[in-house]
């Protein structure tokens, strides 16, 4: 007999298994336009939004002891384990009556990738990559961050190497299994988001569209 933790995490993964939820990963570097995008995509294509990091602090604020355990690593400087964040993640996915998430600023990095496939059983569907030169991020970030401590140069390109670092071979493992699709995320927010409605758009809906617009010529 297996002990009362490991009856409740095969109860997950049969609820996970059973829900088949589609998740798509969406990364990308500080100031890239992933949330806004996000809020698009939920807008019109009816996927659910979830943040790694609003998870985290919601879970914080609810003052419980895995909360408070949270607080007290992010206080001292350490990493959140991959594990408490994955829970999370699942407990948000099998309480939201809808089979398509968008997880947003996670994995962010490759001991994070593993431990989500290896816990969850699932793997994305894509990863949503938002590709954005250093120095358009950094324009944006100083504009959006005015007044803010972290609106200095050198706090921002720390976070971008952190990203370089970390998030880049978690973008390079899926590229190599065919699930990345890279949106160029310098150009204007409307501009944007016409390349991401062409990989949300079900083939059926592009096909008729195609047939309109010829017929309109």
């Known amino acids: 007999m297996g002990s009362a933790a490991e009856s409740a995490t095969m109860t997950t993964h049969r609820s996970l298994a059973e829900k088949k939820p589609t998740v798509v990963f969406v990364l990308g570097g500080p100031g890239s336009g992933k949330g806004t995008q996000c809020a698009n995509i939920v807008e019109h294509f009816g996927y659910t939004h979830l943040s790694a990091g609003d998870l985290l602090r919601e879970e914080i604020k609810s003052g ?3 909360g408070t355990m949270i607080q007290t690593m992010i206080k001292e400087g350490k990493i959140v384990p ?16 809808n089979d398509k998430f968008l997880i947003d600023g996670f994995p962010r990095n490759e001991e994070n990738r593993a431990a989500f496939e290896a816990v969850t059983k699932i793997e994305p569907e894509l990863v949503l990559f938002f590709d954005c030169p250093e120095e358009e991020m950094e324009r944006r970030l100083l504009c959006r961050n005015q007044g803010r401590e972290d609106d200095n140069i050198e706090t921002i390109r720390k976070r971008f190497k952190v ?10 493992y899926y590229a190599a299994k065919g699930k990345v699709k890279k949106i160029d995320a310098s150009k204007p927010v409307q501009e ?8 949300f758009t079900p083939k059926d ?9 010829s017929h309109g010529k």
Do not use: M, Q
């Open 205 to 213: 809906d592009k096909a008729a569209n195609n047939v309109k617009e």
């Open 192 to 199: 944007v988001f016409a390349a991401v409605k062409t990989i």
């Open 163 to 172: 990203f370089l670092d970390s998030s880049l071979p978690v973008v390079e």
């Open 82 to 97: 991959s594990e408490v964040t994955i829970k999370l993640l699942e407990k948000a996915i099998l309480g939201i009556d």
């Open 64 to 66: 419980s002891e895995n």
